[in-house]
Nanobody, 119 residues
Framework: QVQLVESGGDLVQPGGSLRLSCAAS????????MNWVRQAPGKGLEWVSI????????SFADSVKGRFTISRDNAKNTLYLQMNSLKPEDTAVYYC????????????WGQGTQVTVSS
């Protein structure tokens, strides 16, 4: 069965960095576009970034552009999100999700990993 397992969330100070990972299994990872989506406390889901199956095409939400980088290692079936210059407003549960669609149309999601940006 399809499984997506995020890791790497932590408490970090403003201006700090974190790298999130998403380990995929149960499907041909290299054939799918992948996303990062986040949900801040008390707010709805916010799409963060997408990467194509080969890793050459990426896109970012304006709120993270220039600070976050998405990448993937298809040999390791793993998706990454490098987050730099973190701000308190980046505090959220971060999910990886499979697909090329609106947030509600993504078909498989991980359980999420908590990122807290606070001094």
């Amino acid at each position: 069965q399809v499984q997506l397992v995020e890791s790497g969330g932590d408490l970090v100070q403003p201006g700090g960095s974190l790298r999130l990972s998403c380990a995929a299994s149960g499907f041909t990872f290299s054939s799918y576009w992948m996303n990062w989506v986040r949900q801040a406390p008390g707010k709805g889901l916010e799409w963060v970034s997408i990467i194509n199956s080969g890793g050459a095409v990426t896109s970012f939400a304006d709120s993270v552009k220039g600070r976050f980088t998405i990448s993937r290692d298809n040999a390791k079936n793993t998706l990454y999100l490098q987050m730099n210059s973190l701000k308190p407003e980046d505090t959220a549960v971060y999910y990886c999700a499979r697909g090329f669609d609106s947030v509600k149309g993504l078909d498989y999601w991980g359980q999420g990993t908590q990122v807290t940006v606070s001094s």
